[in-house]
């Protein structure tokens, strides 16, 4: 337990050295307990109270056991003796500078960008070891194409606020092609009240390339995304989360630009990202047998040399069929 504690230590020390991915579905404290489901992310600073940043993100995923015949799997890592299960989704995620009313470029903020991303994926957890691969391929688009200026016009004016006008210079199309490895190890679960799991995860590819580390823990009535099916016989959870990350960032398109169309009018330089930087997660989390419903808050620290710390929120809708 000793060792546990000194690591509990460390990551809390590095905490403000970390950054994680935007929408995470799929860590341990979000899983489903079913091979087949459907669920939607929704993210905005708007549960923030802001509007700069990182400034909207969706996700629309469903997991099938239909989709184990997915070519793409065969990129994933797949340990023996392991539960699988098989997904596919389309995510969303949108950037502004804070003064998004303005049609001049804002300099020292950062530039307006948008992705849209079809993401293979797959789960696998091993009961015996209490471990959890997760993988996902993504290819899509950053730029115009994602539409990101039309989604955000659309719902300013349908919520009466400040029409964006900056749009036209933002990051101009490029191809996103990324994969992402993750892993979790649960090191402590007391009862069905309280957990604790060691994470990993990396990314490498046009769009975002980074790795990070942290844990995350879960306490109330909760969930046991770690053990066989048909040991997680109770139905209805109510838990609470907290999830500390700490990354080293080696490529952000939507900060620098894509990587092969270097005709943006406005990108952050290399000298001015910030290599090192930090974000943590909490909400809370019910399910029944067949519903799922999140709220979930996070914060993340300035992500270049002059931009700003930033906060957001969001809500996830799910349901097994």
């Known amino acids: 337990m000793n060792k546990h504690l000194i690591t509990l230590l460390f990551l809390f020390l590095t905490i403000a050295l970390a950054n994680a991915q935007k929408i995470d579905n799929m860590v341990s404290f979000r899983d489903i307990n079913n091979n087949s489901y459907f669920r939607i992310n929704y993210e905005n600073d708007y549960f923030a109270a802001t509007d700069e940043n990182y400034t909207q993100g969706y996700n629309f995923e469903m997991f099938l056991d239909r989709l184990e015949k997915n070519p793409i799997n065969h990129l994933f890592f797949t340990p023996e003796n392991s539960l699988t299960k098989y997904g596919l989704s389309i995510e969303h995620i949108g950037f502004t500078p804070n003064d998004y009313a303005s049609e001049d470029i804002q300099f020292g903020d950062r530039p307006f960008a948008s992705a849209i991303m079809l993401k293979s994926m797959q789960i696998t957890v091993n009961t015996e070891n209490k471990t959890r691969f997760t993988s996902s391929f993504n290819l899509g688009l950053i730029g115009p194409g994602a539409f990101g200026k039309e989604m955000q016009v659309g719902i300013h004016k349908w919520t009466g606020n400040k029409i964006p006008k900056g749009w036209k210079n933002q990051i101009k199309n490029d191809v996103v092609i990324n994969y992402e490895l993750g892993f979790e190890k649960q090191i402590l679960k007391y009862n069905n009240l309280l957990s604790l799991q060691l ?71 290399n000298n001015n990202i910030k290599r090192l930087t930090a974000q943590y997660h909490y909400g809370i989390v019910l399910k029944t047998k067949t519903l799922y419903f999140e709220y979930s808050r996070a914060a993340i620290t300035r992500e270049f040399s002059t931009g700003s710390a930033a906060k957001y929120g969001g809500i996830k809708i799910g349901f097994t069929f």
């Open 199 to 269: 994470i990993t995860n990396v990314k490498a590819g046009t769009l975002f390339t980074n790795a990070s580390a942290g844990f995350n823990t879960t306490f109330g009535i909760i969930d046991a995304p770690f053990a066989a099916k048909e040991n997680r016989k109770r139905n209805f959870k109510l838990y609470a989360y907290f999830q500390p990350m700490a990354s080293v960032i080696a490529y952000d398109a939507t900060l620098q630009g894509g990587l092969f169309n270097t005709k943006s009018p406005y990108t952050i330089s």
